[in-house]
Nanobody
Framework: QVHVAESGGGLVQAGGSLRLSCVASGIIFSMNAATWHRQAPGKQRELVASILGGGVTTYADSVKGRFTISRDSARNTVYLQMNSLRSEDTATYFC????????????????WGQGTQVTVSS
């Protein structure tokens, strides 16, 4: 079984920074792509940033230049460094990871965490 948990959210003033962590635990043979998403009240969940297995990263236009996604494969952890936070960044942030857990050559499956709340006060 695989469990994914986000942490690092909280209340921060506009212009401040937070670093979110996403840790995958359980039987993990390898981790491929990982993504961060966010969902504000009354809005659809949106993709914020992604990192492919080879390390290529992409970002939503709204966070480009302010957010950085990275990973520590040895720790099965994905990070989202968020700088210059704005009130519109307020949302619950979710991590999704593609993990191979059945065997060394088994299929990758996607796992979601429960989310961590980020609130930016103006």
């Amino acid at each position: 079984q695989v469990h994914v948990a986000e942490s690092g959210g909280g209340l921060v003033q506009a212009g401040g920074s937070l670093r979110l962590s996403c840790v995958a635990s359980g039987i993990i043979f390898s981790m491929n792509a990982a993504t961060w998403h966010r969902q504000a009240p009354g809005k659809q969940r949106e993709l914020v940033a992604s990192i492919l297995g080879g390390g290529v990263t992409t970002y939503a236009d709204s966070v480009k230049g302010r957010f950085t996604i990275s990973r520590d494969s040895a720790r099965n952890t994905v990070y989202l460094q968020m700088n210059s936070l704005r009130s519109e960044d307020t949302a619950t942030y979710f991590c999704n990871t593609s993990i191979r857990s059945s065997s060394v050559y088994g299929p990758f499956q996607n796992y979601w965490g429960q989310g961590t709340q980020v609130t930016v006060s103006s």
